[in-house]
C-alpha cells in the first residue's frame, strides 16, 4: 500500500520499501526545481520531522537522511540552503492529517531497519544523472569510467579515469573567485584546499549550479560505488594517479602541483606556473633546480636559470616567477630528480628573454618601487597576494594602509586584493573592480590620507593611513573607466605619477608581454614625464576669468593638473590660501583641488560637500570660502579674490547636471540661428552673430517641440562660458560641459543684481527650500528676470522689437516689463496644444489609484490560492500598463510638457510580475496621494499658481 503527501512543489510517496519524491518545475528551490524525479529506499534514512503548519506558515514534513547517504550534500555541503535541499514537502494546513500519517509510517519503517545511527556505505539517493554539463568556460562528460574536461578557450582536454580520482566537490567561492568544480586526485590529502587556478582540475560556473551539481552528485555516486585501485598504470603519458597529459620522450614526465602555482617537466622543457605566469623554459636554459623541503612549513621548488650569477641573491621563492611553494609534497623530489638527471651532459646556453623577466614579476617590481619603503617589511602578506593572483593579471599598485587595521593592498587590473598580518595564509580579501562606483581620494602635505570605495549601491567603504592615495584612484578610474583610452586633444593626462612613491624607481623592462601570457593582456598605463599645460581651452578660460597673477604658481598648476582624469575639464582657478599655506585652488567639474607652494595636495570631491558658503565684499579684496563636508567639519580656503565664482560654481553643478542630448539630425548652427524666434532673440542679445556654432547646436537639440524661445545672452554658469536662454518652459543653458536645463516649474522666484563696481549682473533663480540659488553672471539680467516673472504668473509672452543690443522700454502699464502677452493663434505653438486644466490632472490621479487598488486585490488573491502565478501576471498587465500611463502623463503636466494619456509612448505589456507590481504600488502610492491633495488645494483656491508650483516641484524631488 502506498502513502503519499501532496504540498505545494513537491509530492512525497512512500510504498513500504522505498521513498518517491516528485518536484514541481516552478518550484522555490534551484536544485528542487532541477531534479524531476528522486528515489531512495527507507534505509537511507535516519528519521523524520514534522512542524504543523501555522498562522502565517505552512507545514514542512523533513526526511532525514543517514551519514554518507546523501551524494548533494557530500558534493555541495553549505552551497545548498535549508529552503534548497530536495528532502522536504510543505504543505498547507488541511494537508496536516495526510502529513501526520506519512510521518508516522515513516517512523516506523525507520525503526525497523535499525540502521539509523550507522553511517551509509554508498551514497542511496536515485536520480537522473547527467552525462555533461557545460559552463561558460567548458564541458565535462562523464561516460561511467572516465572523466574528460574541455574548456573553451582552447588548448588541450583533460582525461580523468575514475580509478584516478579520489572526491569531486562543488566549491563555493570567496571573495573574487566563483563557484567551481574540482575533482581529487587519489593520494592527495582529505584537507587540501581546492585550488581555482588549477586549470587541469577544476571547471568555474555560475548559473549553471544546479546542472552542475546534479552532474557532480552522479559522479561521486560512481567512485564511491567502486574499488579504489590505487595501482592504476599511468595514462597517456606517465603523470602521477593516472592523469592524461603531454609525456616526454622516454616516458619522461613529472607535475609539481604546488600550493600556490604548478611546475611540469616533459623531457624537453620546464613549464613553470607561478605568480599568474607562465614560463615555458627549455632544458638547455636550465643551470639547475633548486629543491628545499618543508620541513614542517613550507618548502619551495625554484628553477634556476642558466647565465645567472653564482652569488646572485634570488627574490623570496613566494615572489619568484621560477619558483612553486610546496608542503613535502613527494612529487617536488621527483621533478627535482627527473630535471637534474636530464641536465647531465646538456651544454647550457642562456636565453637573455628568460634572463630579463626572471626573479620578480616586472609588474610587482615596478608597483614596489613606487609604493612607499614600509610595504616592503610585509614580506608574509605580500607573498600570499602575489601568489593569489590569476594567469595574465597585472599588478598596478601596492601600497600599505596604517589605520585601524593594517593591510597590504594590490590593486590589479582585475580587482582589489588586501591582506592584513592577522589574515590566514589564504585569507585575503578580493573584490572585483566592475563592483565598484568610484574611488574618492583625500590627502594632506605628508602625502597620507584616504581611501574611500563606493560600490554600485552607494555604500562607502573607507580606508585610512594610505601613502600617495591619488595614485589608487588614478589608477582605479583608468582602468574602471577606460581613462588610459583614446583622448580629446588637450584633454589633462592621466598623470600615473602624480604623487612620486618614496625611493628610486627602478628602470622599467622594455615592452613585450610575459612569454606565455595571454594574448590581449593589458599593459601598465605609461608613465607621464609631466602634464600638458598647453592647449588647454579649459584652462585657458579659467585664467582669463581670474584678476589674479598666476604666473608665480606655474609649478603648482602643473601638479593640479597631474592629477586630474583623463577628461576632467577645469572650471576654476585661483591663488589662495589653505591651512596656512599660499597655493593655487582649482575647481573642476567633480571636485576642488588645492596644490600648495610647498608641494602638498589636497582634494575635496563634490560629494563630500554638505554645502558651501563665502564671505566677500565684491570689491576685490580676498575673500573666504568655506566647504562644510557631511560630517560637518569645515574647510577654508582664503584670500581668494572672487569667492562666490567658486560657490556658485559648485552650487550650479551640484543642483544642475549637465543633459545627454543627441544632437538634431541634419540641422546646421545656421539652420538653428535662421529660426525666427532665435533670431529675434539674437537681435536683442549681445551675442549677436558671434554665438558659438556648438552651443547653438546644444541649444537646438534642448528646444522641445512647441518650445518658444524668448531671450538669450552670453552668461557664465556652472564655471562655464556659454549661452543662457528662456523659454516658455525651462531656462537652458548651453556650454563646453553640455546642455543644463532649470524647467520653470521648479523657479520658485527670481532676481537680479548689478555690481557697479565691476560692471557684473547676476540672475538668481530660486529653486525652492532645500536648495541654495542657480546664479547666472550676465549682461541684461533684467530681461530675463522681466520675462521670468511674466512666465511664472501664467501668461506665454512675446518680446517687443528691439534692435542688436539695445534695452526694451517699460510699458506704460503694469510694472516695469517689456513684454506683452503673446497672442493665441496660427503660428505660436501653445494654440495647438491641448488644454489641460487641474481637473483632467485629478481625474488621471483618480485613475493611478483605481489601478493600484485593481493590482492590490489581484496581488492578494494570488496570495490566498485563489489565482495561480501565471493568472496573475496575466492579469496585472493591463491594470499596470494603464495606471503608468497616467503616471507618465502627470509627470509631463508637472514638468511643463502637457499631454494626454493617450499620447504617452508606452510598450504593451502581455504579463507583469508580482514584483514589478509590488514595485509600482509601493513607489507611486503616497506621491499619488499626496500630488492629489496638492491638486484639491489648487482648486479650492487655498493655493496660489507659484505656491502650488513649488511644491510640486519639490515633491518630484522627492
Not at 266 to 291: C, K
Not at 687 to 711: F, I, K, M, R, S
Request: hydrophobic fraction near 40%.
Amino acid at each position: 500500500m502506498t502513502t503519499g503527501l501532496t504540498g505545494m512543489d513537491a509530492r512525497l510517496a512512500f510504498d513500504g520499501r522505498q521513498c518517491r519524491m516528485d518536484y514541481s518545475p516552478s518550484s522555490g528551490g534551484w536544485l528542487r526545481r532541477r531534479l524531476g524525479r528522486i528515489a531512495f529506499p527507507v534505509t537511507a534514512l535516519a528519521g523524520v520531522q514534522l512542524t504543523p503548519p501555522g498562522r502565517r506558515r505552512l507545514g514542512r514534513l523533513t526526511l532525514l537522511l543517514r551519514q554518507g547517504a546523501d551524494p548533494f550534500y557530500a558534493v555541495a555541503g553549505a552551497m545548498i540552503s535549508a529552503d534548497d535541499h530536495p528532502f522536504f514537502v510543505e504543505f498547507p494546513p488541511e494537508g496536516e492529517a495526510d502529513a501526520q500519517r506519512l510521518a508516522e509510517t515513516l517512523h516506523g519503517a525507520v525503526v525497523s531497519t535499525g540502521l539509523a545511527q550507522s553511517a551509509a556505505g554508498e551514497f542511496m539517493v536515485e536520480a537522473a544523472w547527467p552525462p555533461a554539463v557545460e559552463t561558460y568556460d567548458g564541458t565535462c562528460h562523464f561516460d561511467g569510467r572516465n572523466v574528460r574536461l574541455d574548456w573553451k578557450a582552447g588548448g588541450e582536454g583533460r582525461t580523468f579515469p575514475l580509478a584516478a580520482l579520489d572526491a569531486v566537490t562543488c566549491v563555493h567561492g570567496q571573495g573574487r573567485r566563483g563557484d567551481f568544480l574540482w575533482f581529487r586526485a587519489v593520494g592527495e590529502r582529505a584537507d587540501l584546499v581546492p585550488d581555482p587556478r588549477d586549470g587541469e582540475r577544476c571547471l568555474p560556473f555560475a548559473s549553471e549550479r544546479a546542472e552542475v551539481l546534479l552532474f557532480a552528485a552522479g559522479v561521486a555516486t560512481a567512485l564511491r560505488g567502486r574499488q579504489l585501485d590505487l595501482n592504476a598504470p599511468p595514462a597517456d603519458g606517465g603523470l602521477p594517479h593516472g592523469l592524461s597529459g603531454v609525456g616526454g620522450p622516454g616516458g619522461a614526465g613529472v607535475v609539481l602541483h604546488g600550493l600556490h602555482g604548478r611546475a611540469e617537466f616533459d623531457g624537453a622543457r620546464v613549464i613553470v606556473s607561478s605568480q599568474g605566469m607562465t614560463r615555458a623554459i627549455p632544458l638547455a636554459a636550465v643551470d639547475q633546480v633548486e629543491l628545499v623541503e618543508a620541513n614542517g612549513g613550507v618548502g619551495h621548488v625554484r628553477v634556476r636559470l642558466a647565465g645567472t650569477a653564482g652569488d646572485r641573491s634570488a627574490p623570496d621563492p613566494s615572489l619568484d616567477v621560477d619558483a612553486v611553494l610546496h608542503n613535502n609534497d613527494p612529487a617536488a623530489l621527483e621533478f627535482t630528480l627527473q630535471v637534474t638527471r636530464a641536465l647531465q651532459g646538456v651544454t647550457r646556453v642562456p636565453d637573455s628573454e628568460l634572463l630579463r623577466t626572471a626573479g620578480l614579476r616586472p609588474d610587482v617590481g615596478e608597483a614596489l618601487a613606487r609604493a612607499s619603503g614600509r610595504v616592503r617589511a610585509m614580506a608574509r602578506e605580500l607573498a600570499a597576494l602575489s601568489a593569489a593572483l590569476e594567469p595574465g593579471e597585472t599588478v598596478r599598485e601596492i601600497e600599505l594602509a596604517v589605520g585601524r587595521r593594517v593591510l597590504v593592498f594590490f590593486l590589479t587590473d582585475r580587482h582589489l586584493l588586501s591582506m592584513g598580518p592577522d589574515d590566514a595564509l589564504g585569507g585575503h580579501t578580493a573584490v572585483p573592480l566592475h563592483m565598484f562606483a568610484d574611488v574618492r581620494a583625500t590627502w594632506d602635505e605628508t602625502h597620507e590620507g584616504n581611501l574611500v570605495w563606493i560600490d554600485e549601491e552607494g555604500d562607502e567603504i573607507p580606508f585610512h593611513g594610505i601613502y600617495h592615495p591619488v595614485r589608487f584612484q588614478q589608477t582605479f578610474r583608468a582602468l574602471r573607466f577606460g581613462a588610459y583610452g583614446g583622448q580629446e586633444p588637450g584633454a589633462p593626462s592621466p598623470a600615473y605619477a602624480a604623487a612620486p612613491g618614496a625611493g628610486p624607481h627602478t628602470a622599467a623592462p622594455k615592452a613585450g608581454p610575459h612569454t606565455g601570457a595571454p594574448a590581449g593582456t593589458p599593459q601598465a598605463p605609461p608613465m607621464s614625464p609631466a602634464p600638458p599645460q598647453a592647449g588647454r581651452p579649459d584652462v585657458a578660460a579659467a585664467l582669463s576669468r581670474t584678476r589674479s597673477d598666476v604666473s608665480p604658481f606655474q609649478r603648482e598648476l602643473a601638479a593640479l593638473l597631474g592629477v586630474l582624469d583623463a577628461g576632467e575639464p577645469v572650471k576654476e582657478v585661483e591663488p589662495g590660501r589653505w591651512g596656512g599655506k599660499a597655493g593655487l585652488l582649482a575647481l573642476t567639474d567633480r571636485r576642488a583641488v588645492f596644490a600648495d607652494q610647498e608641494g602638498g595636495l589636497n582634494a575635496l570631491a563634490f560629494t563630500d560637500i554638505d554645502y558651501v558658503s563665502y564671505d566677500t565684499d565684491y570689491d576685490g579684496s580676498p575673500g573666504r570660502l568655506t566647504a562644510t563636508d557631511n560630517d560637518y567639519d569645515t574647510i577654508e580656503f582664503t584670500w581668494l579674490r572672487e569667492p562666490e565664482r567658486f560657490a556658485h560654481a559648485i552650487d550650479a553643478m551640484r543642483q544642475c547636471p549637465p543633459e545627454r542630448v543627441p544632437a538634431p539630425a541634419g540641422v546646421s548652427p545656421d539652420a538653428v540661428r535662421a529660426r525666427p524666434d532665435v533670431a529675434a532673440a539674437l537681435s536683442r542679445s549681445r551675442a549677436g552673430d558671434q554665438a558659438g556654432a556648438q552651443q547653438l547646436l546644444l541649444l537646438g537639440a534642448g528646444l522641445g517641440p512647441g518650445d518658444q524661445l524668448y531671450e538669450l545672452e552670453p552668461a557664465l554658469f556652472a564655471g562655464e562660458n556659454g549661452l543662457l536662454a528662456l523659454t516658455g518652459r525651462a531656462v537652458l543653458f548651453a556650454g563646453p560641459g553640455g546642455l543644463r536645463r532649470v524647467p520653470l516649474p521648479e523657479v520658485a522666484g527670481v532676481r537680479h543684481h548689478e555690481w557697479r563696481r565691476r560692471g557684473d549682473e547676476d540672475l538668481h533663480l530660486e529653486t525652492g527650500s532645500g536648495s541654495w540659488d542657480l546664479v547666472f553672471r550676465l549682461r541684461g539680467g533684467e530681461r530675463f528676470e522681466a520675462a521670468i516673472h511674466s512666465l511664472l504668473a501664467g501668461s506665454p509672452v512675446r518680446p517687443s522689437p528691439a534692435g542688436p543690443g539695445q534695452h526694451l522700454a517699460a510699458e506704460p502699464a503694469g510694472p516695469a516689463s517689456p513684454y506683452t502677452a503673446e497672442p493665441a493663434g496660427p503660428g505660436y505653438p501653445y494654440a495647438a496644444e491641448p488644454e489641460i486644466g487641474l481637473s483632467d490632472v485629478s481625474g488621471w490621479l483618480g485613475g493611478i489609484a483605481e489601478a493600484a487598488a485593481r493590482l492590490t486585490q489581484l496581488v492578494n488573491a494570488q496570495k490566498n490560492g485563489l489565482l495561480t502565478e501565471a493568472e496573475l501576471n496575466a492579469k496585472c498587465a493591463g491594470p499596470l500598463a494603464d495606471g503608468e500611463r497616467f503616471e507618465a502623463a502627470v509627470d509631463a503636466y508637472l514638468a511643463g510638457t502637457p499631454v494626454w494619456p493617450e499620447a504617452v509612448r508606452h510598450p504593451g505589456r502581455t504579463a507583469a510580475s508580482k514584483d514589478e507590481v509590488r514595485a509600482w504600488v509601493g513607489r507611486i502610492g503616497e506621491t499619488a496621494a499626496k500630488l492629489g491633495d496638492l491638486v484639491r488645494l489648487r482648486q479650492d483656491g487655498l493655493l496660489t499658481a507659484e505656491e502650488f508650483a513649488a511644491k510640486c516641484a519639490e515633491l518630484r524631488r522627492r
